[in-house]
């Protein structure tokens, strides 16, 4: 499943949960899909769809079950277009909606150091080596989860900020309650995957983070995730051996210019290990998030080794990874 939120332009302030057919390139209605086709409620014991998509993560399988089998019942459908025979429509052009982030406000957002080409040019461009502390577990910092940033929405650029960028991840988003997950049981604990665009001040994050702590203001203005969560199961063709490792193709495009380009394979520590290191000792809860940091060459900091042309007012950024989709989001100037 590829699930997302949307609206509608008649319709300010209504945000409505779909699923994206990729195949059609049309958005499902879920809650009307649920309504309109008989027997739903009977099959997953669930008489009113969820309102939101947290409550849909914290339903559980037979719901998510349900949906599957509606979803595939929708894409086998000749009569189920955009002006659907039913009472209302049903699908709609991707073109027709607008996207929302697929989790508005996720409970937390944790963002891991897992990639190794990163951290090491990173630390190179301060002509440092990696600390041997790297090697021991997976790092992570947590990220401000009221400040998520939608698809193609507009991002201003900090007033505080002359170096803005990009940081092209990957998330997951985690099922249900967990503690003290070990990384071997950990695919059971994710819900799905979705893209993170970590964005990143780094005049700012640079010498705040010479006081010993941090990214903070650096970091915290604003994450992008989207366009929607894909569930594993669409992804198992390209399962690795490794817990939540996928040997996909990830890029970033600035104005239509390839500027980064790596593969989710390429992660250090996997997201079996990143979520046994964030569950040791505490609760992970349903629709959590976990980053995985970003994949080597996948920021402006890499490819320009720190010294720029940073992000400008007009830059469109385009992060791609192959099975997820492509989190589009423009540049405008500072309070706009």
């Given amino acids: 499943m590829k699930l997302l939120n949307f609206s509608l332009a008649q319709e300010k302030g209504v945000v409505r949960m779909g699923a994206y057919l990729s195949a059609r390139r049309c958005v499902v209605d879920l809650a009307a899909a649920w309504e309109q086709y ?50 209302q429509p049903i699908t709609y052009p991707l ?8 989790l508005e406000r996720p409970p937390s957002l944790r963002d891991f150091y897992a990639f190794e080409q990163h951290v090491v040019t990173a630390f190179a461009n301060r002509d440092r080596q990696v600390p041997p502390e790297w090697y021991r577990a997976p790092v992570f910092y947590y990220s401000n989860p009221n400040a ?37 049981q950990a695919e059971s604990y994710i819900f799905g995957y979705t893209i993170l665009n970590d964005w990143s001040a780094r005049d ?73 290191r964030a569950s040791a000792q505490v609760w992970l809860l349903p629709g959590d998030v976990i980053g995985s940091g970003t994949v080597g060459s996948g920021c402006l900091l890499e490819t320009t080794r720190g010294l720029g042309p940073w992000l400008q007012p007009g830059d469109l950024v385009e992060l791609e990874i192959e099975g997820l989709g492509v989190l589009a989001n423009t540049i405008t100037l500072p309070g706009q």
């Fill in 148 to 184: 998520i940033l939608a698809p193609n929405a507009a991002l201003p650029c900090p007033v505080y900020t002359q170096e803005l960028d990009y940081e092209l991840e990957i998330a997951c988003i985690i099922s249900r309650p967990g503690r003290d997950i070990l990384a071997s």
């Fill in 38 to 87: 008989a027997g739903r409620s009977r099959q997953s014991g669930v008489e009113r769809f969820p309102g939101s998509m947290l409550a849909l993560i914290t339903a559980g399988e037979p719901l998510w079950d349900a949906v599957r089998r509606l979803l595939a019942e929708l894409d086998n459908s000749p009569q189920a277009g955009p002006a659907s025979h039913l009472d």
């Fill in 95 to 102: 073109e027709a909606v607008s996207l929302h982030a697929p």
């Fill in 204 to 276: 700012e994050q640079r010498w705040e983070m010479r006081v010993g702590l941090g990214p903070a203001k650096g970091k915290d203005f604003a994450s992008s995730l989207g366009p929607w969560i894909v569930t594993p199961d669409e992804l198992s063709a390209k399962h690795t051996r490794r817990a939540g490792v996928y040997d996909l193709a990830m890029s970033a495009r600035v104005n239509g210019e390839q500027r980064s380009r790596g593969n989710w394979k390429d992660l250090h520590y996997s997201f079996g290990q990143m979520i046994e």
